[in-house]
């Protein structure tokens, strides 16, 4: 591999991005149940949640050289991470809609600290020695995109299409696709893009109603999707680690604009602090080496 001299040592960092996975397929089903549940709720990422837990450099790995790096060794990594990404995606989006409805705030709040607090661990893993002034350009331009996005009034939701028809099919295809892109773009949002091109309704429906055809559609354009951004973020954190991790940092920041609902008023105010503090106080926790050591001891 290349040096980048302005960069981290591009070489040993393609060796870690190889190597250095870890944890036993129940502790990666569990952090892909959660990252299964971001992707539900609106202006949060699951690939923030994946990058808060460790797992997102080894996952973009897996994904985008499945089979350039040993395809079995991946797929035996991959299943349990999927699985749990599915039946978050799915079991859990009952419990996050009740969550949302009843307690907005309190719940908006603690993804926010969770978010948050990802940002030390984020920068330490760019990896490189000296901040230098020309990570400041990604970092800025992600960072404006996402406060944009996040910023930007909702489109209101369409009515879903639950009919199992080809035209149906194609636009669930097409749109988990776009929408898959959110699982491996930190900061992204999966369901603020399925609101912005419309079928944010039809797939939230689609999950509920549990329309095998349907969802069998959606988890192909989703697992093609996933396949093809892994593969250019793999190339982009082989070749400018230091400045896609700046760029991700951007994104990760510009999403809060997405994610905080402010604080509630009388009452409220103090479990709302609460609340942040407690997402703050966990994703702080797993960015450090305590991770680690939880991995070591399962």
Do not use: Q
Not at 3 to 20: H, K, L, P
Not at 81 to 93: H, N, R, S, T
Not at 144 to 151: E, P, Q, S, V
Not at 247 to 267: E, K, N
């Amino acid at each position: 591999m290349k040096r980048d001299e302005n960069d981290v040592d591009v070489e040993e960092s393609g060796v870690a991005f190889v190597e250095s996975r870890s944890g036993s397929p129940l502790v990666n089903g569990l952090k892909g149940l959660f990252i299964g549940m971001a992707n539900v709720i609106p202006g949060v990422s699951g690939g923030t949640i994946a990058a808060i837990t460790g797992l997102y450099d080894d996952l973009v790995s897996a994904f985008g050289e499945f089979f350039r790096t040993g395809w079995k060794r991946n797929a035996r990594y991959l299943a349990p991470v999927v699985l749990g990404v599915m039946a978050g995606f799915l079991f859990l989006a009952r419990f996050i809609d009740i969550a949302l409805s009843e307690y907005p705030e309190m719940t908006l709040l603690f993804f926010t600290g969770l978010i948050g607090g990802s940002v030390p661990y984020l920068i330490k893993r760019a990896g490189a020695s000296t901040f230098r002034v020309r990570y400041l350009i990604p970092l800025v331009i992600a960072f404006l995109l996402l406060a944009w996005m996040g910023l930007a009034e909702r489109p209101a939701a369409t009515p879903p299409m639950t009919d199992v028809s080809v035209a149906t099919g194609l636009i669930v295809f097409g749109s988990a696709v776009v929408g898959s892109i959110a699982m491996v773009v930190p900061g992204l949002s999966g369901s603020f893009l399925f609101l912005l091109i419309g079928v944010y309704s039809t797939i939230t429906r689609i999950a509920a109603e549990f329309n095998i055809p349907l969802l069998l559609v959606f988890v192909a354009g989703t697992a093609i999707g996933i396949v093809i951004a892994s593969k250019i973020i793999s190339w982009l954190l082989r070749n400018f680690h230091a400045t896609s991790y700046y760029a991700i940092v951007g994104l990760v920041l510009g999403s809060l604009f997405g994610v905080w609902p402010g604080l509630p008023g009388g009452t409220g105010t103090v479990m709302g602090i609460v609340s942040l503090l407690v997402g703050l106080v966990i994703s702080l926790t797993l960015g450090t080496d305590m991770k680690e050591r939880l991995v070591k001891r399962k």
